[in-house]
Each structure stands twice: as structure tokens, then as C-alpha cells.
């Protein structure tokens, strides 16, 4: 039972590079969601997906681009990364939309970017 | 600023003793909350969730009390376990749509021997 899985776990980068995250879910989960984790903010909302060629912003999209071309992925690519997109990355996964019912979180991507 | 807020940023409590954590929430539209935990290195783990026309739910060893008089909402732990040392989330339903589910900054409960 993989469940969800991030890749990297963890990455080093420079400003200025594209930086892509990736997220697999096994369950066939309509919904994927993007946070950020931040000391002080908590969790924020970057991008979520409804189901495959679905995708809207959340709280925090600027300088992230999703796509999900396939329902059990769900990657995030940082374009031109900033020192402020250093933050931890959760990938989640929910049968029926994070505000009706329970996420399911990856592990995280810790990414720093010099 | 965030609708979901948090009383304490740090509990410590004694092995053994139970544990309660608060969440003040501001936004009298939330119709379902959720607490998850979060242990060092990991990401968030559903714990309880409740809904807004309950005012109690009671799952293994832990209790979500809602109180929507003052929009209160409080994560009850018996018998704390030393596996029970984590970051507390609750989060609320705020906007109705998939992503309207606002978070607040956590509590760190810490297990003292």
C-alpha cells in the first residue's frame, strides 16, 4: 500500500532555477492538493486539482505552476525560484475535497533555495 | 489574518495526564472541522473530524469538543503517550468550495516523563 509519495524529500537549489516536485497517489483520489508549511503561517494552499486536466489556485499560487495530465499525478514546478519559496512542500490527496472530507498528506519536500 | 487560531503555541503535559487543546475559529459560516497531527519529519495525519450540527465526537482516546456559541473548538487526549509528542493542526471548512479549508498554526504538545 504506497499511498502518496513526494520526490525529492529533500533539495537544494539556486535562485533563479526551475525546480519541479513531484507527488503519486495509488488510490485513485479525485482531488490533489499543494500547501507550503511555513513557520508562523502553517499550512497555505498553493494549487489543488479536482479531478485530470483540472486545476485552480489557492491561497499562495503565485510562482508555481501544476499540471495533472494523469489522475494519480500531480507535480509543482517552481519556474525561477526564489529564496522565499524555500518552505516545506506537502502533496494531498482526498476522495472528495478538502473541505467536505479527510486529506491524506506525502511526507514533504524540504526545498532550499540559495 | 488567519480565521482558525490557536490559544497555545506550546502544551506540555505529564505522561498519564490528559491532554486538551483549544481552537478558537472566527468564521461562523464553518461547517466542518478537522484536527490532524504532525509528527516531526512527517507530513499531517487525520485525527477527528466534526461536523457543525454535532457538538461532541468522541474517537479512540481523543474527544473534539465544538462549541459554536463562542466558536470554540478544543482536541481532548486521554492518557497522554509519549507517541502522542506532536504538532496539533485544526482546520476549518471556510469557503464550501475544495479549497476552502483554512488551517491554523499548530500546537506542539510535549510529553513530560
Known amino acids: 500500500d504506497a499511498g502518496i509519495t513526494q520526490s525529492p524529500r529533500y533539495k537544494i537549489t539556486e535562485t533563479g532555477r526551475q525546480v519541479t516536485l513531484m507527488c503519486h497517489q495509488t488510490?485513485?483520489?479525485?482531488?490533489m492538493f499543494w500547501y507550503r508549511q511555513d513557520l508562523g503561517h502553517g499550512l497555505r494552499l498553493i494549487y489543488y486539482?479536482?479531478?485530470?486536466?483540472?486545476?485552480d489556485k489557492g491561497e499562495v499560487p503565485d510562482g508555481y505552476v501544476v499540471s495533472r495530465s494523469k489522475t494519480e499525478n500531480f507535480p509543482l514546478t517552481l519556474e525561477s525560484a526564489t529564496r522565499s519559496q524555500t518552505s516545506v512542500y506537502f502533496c494531498?490527496?482526498?476522495?472528495?475535497?478538502?473541505?467536505?472530507?479527510?486529506?491524506?498528506f506525502g511526507e514533504g519536500s524540504r526545498l532550499t533555495v540559495l | 489574518g488567519e480565521s482558525v487560531g490557536l490559544h497555545l503555541p506550546t502544551l506540555s503535559v505529564q505522561e498519564g495526564d490528559n491532554s486538551i487543546i483549544n481552537c478558537a475559529y472566527s468564521?461562523?459560516?464553518?461547517?466542518?472541522f478537522i484536527w490532524y497531527k504532525q509528527e516531526s519529519g512527517k507530513g499531517p495525519q487525520f485525527i477527528i473530524d466534526?461536523?457543525?450540527?454535532?457538538d461532541k465526537r468522541q474517537g479512540q482516546r481523543v474527544t473534539v469538543l465544538l462549541n459554536k456559541t463562542v466558536k470554540h473548538l478544543s482536541l481532548q487526549i486521554a492518557a497522554t503517550q509519549p507517541g502522542d509528542s506532536a504538532v496539533y493542526f485544526c482546520?476549518?471548512?471556510?469557503?464550501?468550495?475544495?479549497?476552502?479549508?483554512?488551517f491554523g498554526k499548530g500546537t506542539h504538545l510535549i510529553i513530560q516523563p
Open positions: 494531498a490527496s482526498s476522495r472528495q475535497g478538502g473541505s467536505t472530507g479527510e486529506l491524506f
Open positions: 488510490w485513485s483520489h479525485s482531488y
Open positions: 486539482s479536482a479531478a485530470a486536466d483540472i486545476t
Open positions: 468564521n461562523s459560516a464553518s461547517d466542518y
Open positions: 466534526i461536523r457543525s450540527n454535532m
Open positions: 482546520a476549518e471548512n471556510s469557503g464550501g468550495g475544495a479549497d476552502g479549508l483554512t
